[in-house]
């Protein structure tokens, strides 16, 4: 399964890359002719669009991170949808290495947690998630909720939630202190 390095430069790199051997194969049939035609060639990408879409290519992992945040550094909307990420550490280090990601999506990744060590999740930019589909349990979904204080929009559609708990925290100390 390839890596969302490996599905990036597929998607956005090695195509341009073809495109150019393309070009050159090109420029030689027109050296046979009698008419030449230059069209100059766009420069490599140095860097994907701000709206990443790597949906349904099998990610299972993040890659090389140096690449990533070279190649990711203008990234703010990120659709990671039906993949294989089962991992929250490896999405936390994907966000880490996109620091200006603001809306990312993860439905149908088989992230059920637990979530270990929410401390290293980066909180500076994200405000919209998506997890429909995702079978994560309302305790990670609490974790996230508490390490992500600018996130403004969370979807949860089919977890198959039997009940949401909205404050549950506030609700059990408010249970301890009630008298019968």
């Known amino acids: 399964m390839p890596s ?19 070009d050159d194969d090109a420029a030689a049939e027109t050296e046979k002719s009698l008419i030449s035609i230059y069209i100059p060639r766009l420069p490599p990408l140095v860097s994907v669009p701000e709206l990443l879409v790597l949906n349904d290519c099998d990610i299972d992992c993040a890659g090389d991170f140096e690449a990533i945040k070279e190649k990711c550094r203008r990234v703010r909307e990120l659709d990671l949808a039906q993949n294989k990420l089962h991992d929250w550490q490896e ?52 974790v996230l909720l508490d390490n992500l204080p600018l996130l403004e929009e969370l979807h949860l559609s089919l977890n198959e939630y039997k009940e949401v708990l909205i404050d549950s925290i506030e609700c059990a100390s408010a249970g301890d202190h009630r008298e019968d």
């Open 91 to 142: 999405v936390f280090h994907i966000l880490e290495h996109m620091p200006r990601v603001e809306f990312l999506n993860l439905s149908k990744n088989h992230l059920v947690g637990p979530i270990c060590n929410p401390t290293t999740l980066p909180t500076n930019s994200l405000r919209s998630m998506v997890l429909n589909g995702t079978y994560l349990d309302w305790p990670c979904v609490e």
């Open 4 to 22: 969302l390095l490996e599905a990036l430069e597929r998607k956005y790199f090695t195509d341009c890359q073809l495109e150019n051997l393309n």
